[in-house]
T-cell receptor, first 113, second 115 residues
């Protein structure tokens, strides 16, 4: 079974803190994605990566950055957390040959106070 | 501007009946469509998909219909079972296979199956 693991299920941070959300997949997938899910807005793509050290902006990249130093790990970074970044963050991965079938982690619920 | 729309936030269906979830899209460049299912405290899981060159795809109790001229797709679940109670997300992609790009998701429909 494909496993996508997000390091924290719940996280509480203060405004202005630098926040790291970590995601690891064990299926040697080329592609990795970060989404956020908000009530009434569905899932929105923040960033994605199709290879090590490669990254592409999604629909809402402002206030975020990412890092992919190893194939299995994709980190989402909030440089200076703000209250409007309180959300559920979902990581996903997929094969390059079938990028639409994405496998998701269970999510990290981040609260910024 | 929302490119994938699910206009029903929730839907209640009796067990054993047919559930029909609807989705509309505005971008005619979308080439591939998917449905994902999400239970509370879990990530979404892939359910079924359809390429833009087809108008129907069936997998067991689940059938997806695509009407390109109307930019509309629907997911039919028959018969509906209690385990089908979940949030269903419609998603669309510009690419049918390889490469890398994110999916564009709708807001989701919460399906509730009543015993």
């Amino acid at each position: 079974d494909v496993k996508v693991t997000q390091s924290s299920r719940y996280l509480v941070k203060r405004t202005g803190e630098k926040v790291f959300l970590e995601c690891v997949q064990d299926m040697d997938h080329e592609n990795m994605f970060w989404y956020r899910q908000d009530p009434g807005l569905g899932l929105r793509l923040i960033y994605f990566s199709y290879d090590v050290k490669m990254k592409e902006k999604g629909d809402i990249p402002e206030g975020y950055s990412v890092s992919r130093e190893k194939k299995e790990r994709f980190s989402l970074i909030l440089e200076s957390a703000s209250t409007n970044q309180t959300s559920m963050y979902l990581c996903a991965s997929s094969f390059a040959g079938n990028q639409n079938i994405q496998y998701f982690g269970a999510g990290t619920r981040l609260s910024v106070l | 501007d929302q490119q994938v729309k699910q206009n029903s936030p929730s839907l209640s269906v009796q067990e054993g009946r047919i559930s029909i979830l609807n989705c509309d899209y505005t971008n005619s460049m979308f080439d591939y469509f998917l449905w994902y299912k999400k239970y509370p405290a879990e990530g979404p899981t892939f359910l079924i998909s359809i390429s833009s060159i087809k108008d129907k795809n069936e997998d067991g109790r689940f059938t997806v219909f695509l009407n390109k001229s109307a930019k509309h797709l629907s997911l039919h679940i028959v018969p509906s079972q209690p385990g089908d109670s979940a949030v269903y997300f419609c998603a669309a992609s510009l690419y049918s296979g390889g490469g890398a790009d994110g999916l564009t998701f709708g807001k989701g429909t919460h399906l509730i199956i009543q015993p």
